[in-house]
Each structure stands twice: as C-alpha cells, then as structure tokens.
C-alpha cells in the first residue's frame, strides 16, 4: 500500500510555525514513496472558532510553500469531500456514531453539562479513575425511546473501565495507558457536529491514510482513538507525534499568544523556501552538518527516526542566518529579480540597480533589511567624523583626510569610469602613501557613502555614483574634516 498522509487544519486565523511544520512533515513522509499521497483536509467542525479568510491563508501558505497536496478541497479526489462541515451534511458522521453505539463503543448522553461537572466533582478524589457517565448503563433499546421522544443529547465514548490500551509511536515508543483514567468524550455534539475526537478518525480511515503526523498534545488521546478502530476492526495508521515548537524553554509558540506565524515572517522579508528549510530541522536531525536544503532535498533526508522528543526552540537569529545563506546562494540575475522592487523602494536615482543587487547579495539577510541599506544613494546624509576612527582599520580623521586627498587627486583624473580602472587606480594608492588598503579605502567608502556600513565597498559604490557625483561628495567630506 503507499503511504497517505494528510494535514488537517482547523480554519481559525493564520498559519501558526508549528502548524507549518506538521505539513511539512507530512508531505515529506508521503513524497519519500513514489506513489506516496499527501492529503490536504480542512477541519471545520468547530463552528464557533472559525474565522472568514483563514481557509484561504491555508491554501495561500501551501502553494507559497511548494507543499502541494494530491487531494484536498480544491483540488478533488476520490475520497472527499475534504471539508469536515460538508461531510457533516451527509450525515456520516452519525451514521458512524450510530453503528459505534451498536457495538459498544459509545452511547447516547442525556446529561446536561452542569449534571456532568458535578458528577465529576463527585469523583475526583479518585485521582486514578476517569469520570465515567452515567449514563453509559442505559440499555440501547431505553436511550433510544429518549432520543426518539426529541430529548436532546450527545453521543459520549464508552471507554471500558478495566485493562489498558498500549499504541506505537514512531517517535516515542510504546505508550500504555490504563483505561480507567480515560475520558468518555463526546463524539458527537448536541448540535450534531461531531468532535474531533470522533471526525478525525472517521476521516482517516475512510481516506486510507496509513501515516498520521500530528502534535504529541494528542499523545494522551490516541489511546481513546484507537478504541474506536478496535471497536469498527479496523486497521490502525503508524503514528508520529512531533515535539512542540518552542518560544522558549518554557513556553510554546502559540498563535494565541501573538507569536510569529508565517505570513507575519514573508511580510518581514523571509523566504518560504527558507522558513520550509528551517521549521524542518526544528525537532529533526539530518546526517552530517548540513544546514541548506531544497524541499526535494528534504524529501530525499527525511527519516522520521531522526525526529528528537524534546521541544525545538525556534530562534529567530538562526532563521535569519538561514534566510541569509539562501539568498547569497542564488545566482546574481534570480537574486536581481527577486529583490528589486526592494531596491527600487529605496532608489530613484538613476544608477545600475542590479550593480547595488550585487552588493546588498553579502550583507541582507532578509529582503526587508534592503531599503534601509540603500538611503544613502539618492540623498547623502549628514554624518560625524567620529565615524573615521577604527582601530581594526587604524584609521582616524586626520590618516582619513590624508586618505581622501589622494583619492580625489587620482579620480579625478580617470577617463573610463568602470570597476576596473577604478580598482587599478584606488589599489595603487597605499604602496604609494605607504599605508595599508584598509586606511585608503575604509575613509573613503565612508567619505561618499556617509555610512558606518553599507552593502559593497568603496570602489563598487564610487562606480554607481558615478564620476560627478563621488567627487562631489569627496570634496564635501575633505571640506568637512578641513573644518573640524
């Protein structure tokens, strides 16, 4: 059989990082067979969280991402519909539910929710035992009258309240649990939707999927999910719980708490290719010491014996780093074409915009550190001589002024203004002054850029300027240092 996977959001707001992950993941483990399915699934059921435009964001997210899905809402395929709520208007689940009773799985609950907290009340100094609900010891044939009488209910699982129940993870083992601490859950609402703790099964085994990726917050249920593949006979799926995305040692990233969530990371200048390439090694370790890899290339490393059980803390200066390895690794004309309306934000003067691509390539790390870069091109800004002091470069205002004088005299002086006749003619200068390169050509970078930093040196900023303008921004930095 290939492996079917799936993910199965929940269309609440925006794409939470470790939402992102778990996708991953599970295209990675469905790609990794040839004929591996990856499934896409939105899970609807809970009506009162929904938020209008977030089914969207989902589908915005995967195709930025690259993780296509084979079937899905918007795509089709042979086991939908891929919406939990339009699977609701066919009455499977019910009928589902119905036949669950029948086999002595679960049964109709005639308690409202204050009877059920008192009883739970009741029984908590049993810290062992789960509350189990009374009405669970209702024949069939009497619950039934009830329901057909119209009194309103819910349909509650009907754990047994001896033995355990053990399941495999790939992750974290063998888990055993003893039946008498679980929860009787509801399966299906009193407005006839069903739970998740019902839907999501349902829906697994009737989409064949064979491989279900999701968080070890449902480490504690999967005991309860898997009485009710026992109850139906019907095969089980391998499980892989992943370890949470952290904040920090102590606290989960949460959208709840208004942390980062990828649409928030594009709009701060990430790339998803290497936010994909990040999340993957948040909990996971490839072989070897390698840090860049394409999504086929992850596809091709995935092994989910790798995957760690400690939560993986996810640092934003580490993203950063990655974000800038894959942006120095393109090619100059892929970089160009990516990054200029960056660029264009920042300059309007007439200069070679993919010349400043090349040297923005060493220093952004993210798309949305460029303009700020660049300011210094259409408008040179006012700036202290205190920036001519470097002790690494031994430079100060007056090496500096020495510097800038020279510079002058020997610009002044070329023709053809270009890379090359300005590197020969710039790098002649220290043997010359007797002084090293970084003493010429540290003053002067500064001289026509105003910066502390800037994206390229000296003699590539001085060709973008130009000839007229580097030698007017000279002579206003030698006038400046004359006057001090």
Same mark, same amino acid.
């Given at each position: 059989?290939?492996?079917?996977?799936?993910?199965?959001?929940?269309?609440?707001?925006?794409m939470?990082i470790?939402n992102?992950?778990?996708?991953?993941?599970?295209?990675l483990?469905?790609k990794?067979?040839?004929?591996?399915?990856?499934?896409?699934? =939105?899970?609807?059921?809970?009506?009162?969280?929904?938020v209008?435009?977030?089914?969207?964001?989902?589908?915005d997210?995967?195709?930025?991402?690259?993780?296509?899905?084979?079937?899905?809402p918007?795509?089709?395929?042979?086991?939908?519909?891929?919406?939990?709520?339009?699977?609701?208007k066919s009455?499977?689940?019910?009928?589902?539910?119905?036949e669950? =009773?029948r086999?002595?799985?679960?049964?109709?609950?005639?308690?409202?929710?204050?009877?059920?907290?008192?009883?739970?009340?009741?029984?908590?100094?049993?810290?062992?035992?789960?509350?189990?609900?009374?009405?669970?010891?209702?024949?069939l044939?009497e619950?039934q009258?009830?329901?057909?009488?119209?009194?309103?209910?819910?349909?509650?699982?009907?754990?047994p309240?001896?033995?355990?129940?053990?399941f495999?993870?790939?992750v974290?083992?063998?888990?055993?649990?003893?039946?008498?601490?679980?929860?009787?859950?509801?399966?299906?609402?009193s407005?006839?939707?069903?739970?998740?703790?019902?839907?999501?099964? =349902?829906?697994?085994?009737?989409?064949?999927?064979?491989?279900?990726?999701?968080?070890?917050?449902?480490?504690s249920?999967?005991?309860?999910?898997?009485?009710?593949?026992?109850?139906?006979?019907?095969?089980?799926?391998?499980?892989?719980?992943?370890?949470?995305?952290?904040?920090?040692?102590?606290s989960?990233?949460?959208k709840?708490?208004?942390?980062?969530?990828?649409?928030?990371?594009?709009?701060?200048?990430?790339?998803?290719?290497?936010?994909?390439?990040?999340i993957?090694?948040l909990?996971?370790?490839?072989?070897?010491?390698?840090?860049?890899?394409?999504?086929?290339?992850?596809?091709?490393?995935?092994?989910?014996?790798?995957?760690?059980?400690?939560?993986?803390?996810f640092?934003?200066?580490?993203?950063?780093?990655?974000?800038?390895?894959?942006?120095?690794?393109?090619?100059?004309?892929?970089?160009?074409?990516?990054?200029?309306?960056?660029?264009?934000?920042?300059?309007?003067?007439?200069?070679?915009?993919k010349?400043?691509?090349?040297g923005?390539?060493?220093?952004?790390?993210?798309?949305?550190?460029i303009?700020?870069?660049?300011?210094?091109?259409d408008?040179f800004?006012?700036?202290?001589n205190?920036?001519?002091?470097?002790?690494?470069m031994?430079?100060?205002?007056?090496?500096?002024?020495?510097a800038?004088k020279?510079?002058?005299?020997?610009?002044?002086?070329?023709?053809?203004?270009?890379?090359?006749?300005?590197?020969?003619?710039?790098?002649?200068?220290p043997a010359?002054?007797?002084?090293?390169?970084?003493?010429?050509?540290?003053?002067?970078?500064?001289?026509i850029?105003?910066?502390?930093?800037?994206?390229?040196?000296?003699?590539e900023?001085?060709?973008?300027l130009?000839?007229?303008?580097?030698?007017?921004?000279?002579?206003?930095?030698i006038?400046?240092?004359?006057?001090?």
């Open positions: 059989m290939s492996i079917r996977t799936r993910f199965a959001p929940s269309p609440t707001g925006y939470h470790g992102l992950r778990t996708a991953l993941w599970a295209y483990i469905a990794k067979d040839p004929e591996g399915v990856f499934i896409l699934r =939105i899970e609807d059921t809970d009506q009162g969280r929904l209008e435009g977030a089914t969207d964001i989902i589908y997210t995967m195709k930025q991402c690259g993780l296509s899905h084979d079937e899905g918007d795509v089709g395929g042979p086991v939908g519909p891929y919406v939990q709520s339009e699977r609701v009455g499977l689940y019910m009928d589902y539910a119905r669950l =009773i086999r002595g799985g679960a049964h109709y609950c005639f308690c409202d929710e204050e009877t059920i907290e008192k009883a739970k009340a009741e029984n908590a100094d049993d810290s062992n035992r789960s509350y189990a609900d009374p009405c669970r010891n209702l024949s044939e619950a009258k009830r329901v057909d009488a119209g009194e309103p209910f819910v349909i509650r699982q009907t754990i309240q001896e033995g355990t129940t053990s495999d993870d790939e974290f083992g063998t888990i055993t649990v003893d039946n008498s601490t679980l929860d009787e859950a509801v399966l299906i609402k407005d006839g939707f069903p739970t998740y703790n019902f839907a999501n099964v =349902i829906d697994d085994h009737l989409m064949g999927i064979t491989d279900v990726v999701r968080g070890m917050e449902y480490l249920s999967t005991p309860k999910y898997n009485l009710i593949y026992d109850a139906f006979d019907w095969e089980k799926p391998r499980y892989i719980h992943c370890p949470p995305v952290m904040k920090d040692e102590h989960k990233l949460s709840r708490n208004g942390d980062a969530s990828f649409q928030d990371l594009m709009a701060k200048g990430y790339l998803p290719e290497a936010v994909l390439n990040y993957a090694m909990g996971w370790s490839p072989e070897g010491n390698r840090e860049i890899f394409t999504l086929d290339e992850l596809v091709e490393a995935f092994n989910v014996k790798h995957i760690g059980q400690n939560g993986a803390i640092d934003p200066v580490k993203l950063t780093s990655v974000n800038g390895l894959w942006l120095r690794g393109m090619d100059l004309d892929t970089y160009f074409r990516l990054v200029e309306p960056y660029i264009r934000e920042a300059v309007k003067g007439d200069y070679d915009l010349k400043i691509a090349a923005v390539q060493q220093r952004a790390n993210t798309l949305s550190e303009a700020p870069m660049l300011d210094f091109y408008t800004p006012s700036f202290s205190d920036l001519y002091n470097n002790k690494k031994k430079t100060n205002p007056e090496i500096a002024l020495s800038l020279e510079c002058r005299s020997a610009l002044e002086g070329i023709q053809s203004w270009d890379f090359d006749t300005l590197h020969e003619t710039l790098m002649a200068l010359k002054m007797g002084v090293k390169n970084g003493q010429v050509l540290f003053p002067l970078r500064i001289a850029s105003g910066k502390q930093s800037t994206p390229g040196g000296a003699i900023i001085a060709e973008i130009g000839k007229e303008e580097t030698l007017r921004r000279l002579d206003l930095s006038q400046q240092l004359e006057n001090e």
